[in-house]
């Protein structure tokens, strides 16, 4: 059980807007910020969204992140079959005393 | 280019012992505080270490603390784990993540491809 909680799966036809919903509570994402990676089959993650909102080099536009409360956001615009994947949120987490991650969100382009 | 290499997984028994390592090339490992991912085979992620740059400040996950030991040598570009009294739980892969730098944080913006570390008898 991850102490960040996403849904198991999301899906849209190519050109939709997908989001993914990462919920916590106040001692992590009530009180750090969010971070995004996205997972290839086979291959290791890579780093989508940090602070919440931040796109690190390369990574295009249409991807964007948000949070409010104890809950963050992952939105993908103008999906692509290249966007199917598995996603994860992360944050730190104030009780364990180090980062956490969600379970994972499987999205598939339809 | 920024690389990380990851070795020394493979199988071992219950209660054994394995040493990884993480090879760094492409920029100035001495200035990057370093972690250890890993990732349990169809499952999601868990963070296991955290090293500072100087390796003075050191973090481990409940589920490894005391039996792992993660280590750094800046003048090899290198990242360990050292992982005792091994257990089933622990098969997984372990990735080595460079982290961004940002305080109290979970982003990590290079990692390495992985090595499979399989416990079992």
């Known amino acids: 059980q991850s102490v960040l909680t996403q849904p198991p799966s999301a899906s849209g036809t190519p050109g939709q807007r997908v989001t993914i919903s990462c919920s916590g509570s106040?001692?992590?994402?009530?009180?750090?910020?969010v971070n995004w990676y996205h997972q290839l089959p086979g291959t290791a993650p890579k780093l989508l969204i940090y602070?919440?909102?931040q796109r690190p080099s390369g990574v295009p536009d249409r991807v964007s992140g948000s949070k409010s409360g104890t809950s963050a956001s992952l939105a993908i615009s103008g999906l692509q079959s290249e966007d199917e994947a598995d996603y994860y949120c992360?944050?730190?987490?104030?009780?364990?005393?180090?980062?956490?991650f969600g379970g994972g969100t499987k999205v598939t382009v339809l | 280019e920024v690389q990380l290499v990851e070795s020394g997984g493979g199988l071992v028994q219950p209660g054994g012992s394995l040493r990884l390592s993480c090879t760094a090339s492409?920029?100035?490992?001495?200035?990057?505080?370093m972690n250890w991912v890993r990732q349990a085979p169809g499952k999601g992620l868990e963070w296991v270490s955290y090293?500072?740059?100087?390796?003075?400040?050191?973090f481990y996950a409940d589920s490894v603390k005391g039996r792992f030991t993660i280590s750094r040598d800046n003048a090899k570009n290198s990242l360990y784990l050292q992982m005792n009294s091994l257990r089933d739980e622990d098969t997984a892969v372990y990735y080595c993540?460079?982290?961004?730098?940002?305080?109290?944080?979970?982003?990590?913006?290079?990692w390495g491809q992985g090595t499979l570390v399989t416990v079992s008898s």
């Open positions: 106040s001692s992590n994402i009530g009180s750090s910020t």
């Open positions: 492409g920029f100035s490992f001495s200035t990057y505080s």
């Open positions: 993540a460079r982290d961004l730098g940002l305080p109290y944080s979970s982003s990590y913006d290079y």
């Open positions: 992360a944050t730190w987490d104030d009780s364990l005393n180090g980062p956490v």
């Open positions: 602070s919440n909102n």
């Open positions: 090293i500072s740059s100087s390796s003075r400040t050191i």
